[in-house]
């Protein structure tokens, strides 16, 4: 382990059963991927971040490093949130054997999943919280997991034989909402930026398909959609019961309303709650194709 540091269009797909429950929890990602080669090195970094006070935080981080000739290209793996928010404490970062990390070493990526402020070993206060379910404010949420994610591609980008250029952030669910929050900013080095079922608010009050207070997440997307360059792609599955159909529409257009550039892809799902798509077994084969079709259109900075 390395010490801390203390300043250191819309598209449709085919479906396939993905055989997966609820996949929230960071370290509880899924089968592996046979063609995928092992990585050479799977190993936890402690990475800084200066909060909002100035003062510096230490957040962990798995970087799992494949056995390919370098410089490598970079993709930044934004966690979710458990559906109880007393599990926060007990998560890690997902496995270098998880869906989407054999995905991306497979093509040669180095992949960090960074353990954002208040979850799991980086402790803390949650910086990311949004407020009571009455009046959340996605926005501020938003910029504050943006400031991690922001911190763990800087880090990543400053590791050996990697490349500064072509970094590649990803976030499921509440990650997905971060880098949609960190879309909005400038970030030369970022080629690609993916939402996974991004969002805030579901399962309000235990409740499938309960959002709280949508309109002002509508909002929110917005908001970022302003300032936003990059082109990203969202993929959410018609059968997400925490962001569906309908919101996850009104939050595409609103985003890309007020200037944001995005493609969104809603494929079938016929295997559980489709919110677990990103990290299920089997559910590369899904989202896989979308994703490199547009990171093959992807230039740094848009």
């Known amino acids: 382990m390395t010490r801390p540091r203390p300043n250191a ?26 063609a995928a080669p092992p990585a050479v090195s799977d190993r936890t970094h402690w990475v800084p971040v200066v ?15 494949p056995d390919a000739a370098g410089p490598l290209p970079v993709a930044v793996i934004n966690h979710g949130s458990p559906v109880t928010p007393g599990l926060r404490r007990d998560m890690r970062p997902a496995s270098c054997d998880s ?36 009046r959340p404010d996605y926005v501020r949420a938003g910029i504050e997991s943006a400031r991690d994610v ?12 990697v490349r500064r250029d072509r970094a590649v952030v990803v976030g499921q669910s509440l990650g997905g909402w971060a880098t949609l929050a960190y879309a ?18 579901g399962h309000a009050h235990a409740e499938a398909y309960a959002n709280c207070r949508p309109d002002l997440l509508v909002a929110a997307a917005g908001a970022f959609g ?26 595409y257009a609103a985003f890309t309303g007020a200037g944001g550039r995005a493609v969104l892809a809603q494929p079938n799902f016929d295997g559980g709650d489709g919110h677990a798509l990103f990290y ?20 740094p900075g848009g």
Not at 9 to 34: E, F, K, Q
Not at 186 to 196: F, K, Q, T, Y
């Open 150 to 161: 922001d911190a763990a591609v800087r880090y990543a980008i400053s590791l050996p034989n």
């Open 99 to 134: 869906e989407p990390a054999r995905w991306f070493l497979a093509r040669g990526y180095l992949v960090m999943f960074p353990l954002r402020r208040g979850y799991g070993a980086s402790g803390g206060g949650l910086a990311e919280s949004s407020g009571p379910c009455e």
């Open 280 to 299: 299920g077994p089997g559910g590369s084969r899904v989202w896989g194709p979308l994703v490199a079709a547009y990171l093959a259109g992807q230039t």
């Open 184 to 201: 909005a900013e400038p970030h030369p080095e970022v080629a690609a930026l993916i939402s996974m079922a991004g969002g805030r608010g």
């Open 51 to 65: 909060d909002a006070a100035g003062t510096t935080r230490m957040m962990l981080a798995r970087v799992c490093r």
């Open 226 to 251: 302003r300032t936003a360059r990059t082109p990203m792609l969202w993929v959410y599955a018609e059968n997400d019961s925490w962001f569906p159909p309908d919101l996850v529409r009104a939050m």
């Open 9 to 34: 269009g819309r598209l449709t797909a085919s479906a396939w059963l993905v055989a997966a429950g609820l996949a929230l929890l960071a370290g509880c990602a899924g089968a592996t991927d046979p």
